[in-house]
């Protein structure tokens, strides 16, 4: 892992650059600032995707992302399963620039979290690498117009990371991805669409085949159940459980990957909710999960070593789709049509006094995890979605 600053950033590029055109796939991870816009915008079993969607342009519009996560992931041309992640960590703050002044905000329970897992507020604000999106540059253009495209190009920072990354095409890897995908167009392209059809077009537009591994495992979750290594489907437990013996050893030929050079930290050290590590272990599960479904039919006395190119087959029914959380569909397709609404079942109770009944009594009582709406206060009659 290499942990990109404003002092490295410019020396490092070139490096970046190389890694990610000679790579085969990126994976991506993003730390933030926030997660909910004000309590109104919390995610809800009842909400359509419209009122998703709006709930999603709030988060991006009111927060940043603080730490950026890139790792690049190639096949050695000498061995088939085994490859070579190069990963680096951005520690991200916005500047300001002649009249353009970026206001942003914290949520405190994100930073008792950021906190909790150890990052440096100091490295973010003192030395976060600044960035322009497309709006932003064409503002500082109009505004002063004696600044030439160098000093310009010295302006933009992360975002010729960005724009690197999208001339590249390479497929892009991430692990719970909606709200990553939000802030990288929001920060470095424009401000989100007015509607969720137009921002499932231009995310795709800009990356043109992308694996959620989020969904990816609870799309085959019931398939290789007898593996017992995607039980849980956070990206702790799954890294954890496929990096261990027996998901290094379940299948014969496993992907070994090993850190490229300057990047042994991770070797060595678990650090989850660090970008830079989140990145890499998201390319590291997508890698092992496609080599089980490669391997689910195949005998031992048969196996063999399997080929990049053979995962991203096996891949193309969950390419481009993101996973959603609590939400009306399981996931977002970015190509075609969302797939039908799925509702939980929905449990109204009611009663006659409507002041022995408050949803945090109802929620305490019914103890599982659900989503509460008031239908009608003056009877008391409360909807539940389990």
Known sequence: MVDVVCDNFTALLPRIEQCIRECDFVAVDTEFTGLHAT??????????????????KKFAEKFIICQLGLAMFTNDA???????????????????KGNMDVRFSFQASNVDFLCDHNFNFNKMFYEGVHYLSSRQEKLVRAEDESLDDKEVEEMLGLTKVFRILERAGKPLVGHNMLCDLALIYQSFCQPLPETYEEFKAEIHQIFPVIIDTKHLCFAVQKRLSQTKLLEFTSLTDLCGALGSQRGTFYALFSPEVSHGEQCHR?????????????AYCAGFV?????????MKNVKSTEAQAIHLRRYFKLMEPFINRINLIRGPIHYIDLVARD??????PWLVVSTPDRSQLTLQLLQKELNCVMDVRQLTPILGRHCCQL
């Open 78 to 96: 000498k061995s088939t399963y085994k490859y070579v992640a190069h990963s680096f960590n951005f520690y991200v703050c916005p500047r300001p």
């Open 266 to 278: 991770y070797s060595g050290e678990r650090v989850f909710h660090e970008a830079g590590f989140d």
């Open 39 to 56: 309590s109104e915008d919390e995610v809800s079993l009842f909400d359509t995707m419209e009122q998703r969607y709006g709930k999603l």
């Open 339 to 344: 797939p039908p609404l799925i509702r939980s």
């Open 286 to 294: 997508f890698l092992r999960v496609a080599h089980l479904l490669a």
